[in-house]
């Protein structure tokens, strides 16, 4: 519970284990194809809402990922690329 409180990252992080050679486009058809979400819409809603976080940094759009990126997908779904 204090993870989320303070807004720290878990200890223990998903790895997604895909393999990538260079960058990776991280939007809603990504999250659909690994799992995160149930639907294409459902990523739509959460990326337009600002629940998708890349980094820290939240994704407005198309962003690109790369090998040891985290994502943060709500309060507390977690995964490093």
């Known amino acids: ?10 200890n223990e992080i998903v790895d997604l284990s ?3 050679s260079e ?6 058809n990504f999250l659909l194809e690994h ?8 990523g739509k809603q959460l990326i337009s809402q600002g629940g998708v976080t890349l980094n820290g940094e939240k ?6 990922g790369s090998k040891n990126d985290i994502i943060k997908v709500g309060k ?6």
């Open 76 to 81: 507390r779904r977690v995964f490093k690329l």
């Open 18 to 20: 895909i393999s990538i």
């Open 1 to 10: 519970v204090k993870t989320v409180q303070n807004k720290e990252l878990p």
């Open 59 to 64: 994704v407005t759009g198309i962003e690109e």
């Open 23 to 28: 960058k990776v486009t991280v939007n809603e």
């Open 35 to 42: 799992g995160i979400v149930s639907s294409k819409s459902e």
